[in-house]
């Protein structure tokens, strides 16, 4: 019970250490982060230019496949490092 209880306190003051800003968890999420909204930008630039040019999905499968793919990506990797960024703060503050 007493090796359970010092896991755990363990556990915690990990993640203590990982709350604050100067350490490099929190800038490589807000790297990642940056670089998700590039990859989201690159896919909008995709989406308008298609639009613009009145291209048909049938011809240019791959094209509207890499802009879905581009904004999924996207999308899904936003919202899953800014739950491991702000987890540790809500949880322990």
């Known amino acids: 019970m007493k090796s359970q209880h010092l896991e755990v306190k363990h556990l915690f003051q990990s993640i203590r250490k990982l709350c604050g800003w100067s350490t490099h968890f929190s800038f490589t999420c807000l790297l990642c982060i ?3 909204g590039i990859y989201y930008l690159i896919g909008e630039i995709i989406s308008i230019t298609v639009g613009l040019s009145g ?5 240019n499968f791959y ?4 802009y879905i793919e581009l904004s999924l990506f996207a999308f899904h990797m936003f919202a899953m490092l800014s739950f491991a960024l702000l987890t540790p703060r809500y949880v322990l503050h």
């Open 34 to 36: 940056s670089i998700t």
């Open 63 to 66: 094209l509207y496949r890499l």
């Open 55 to 59: 291209l048909l999905v049938l011809q």
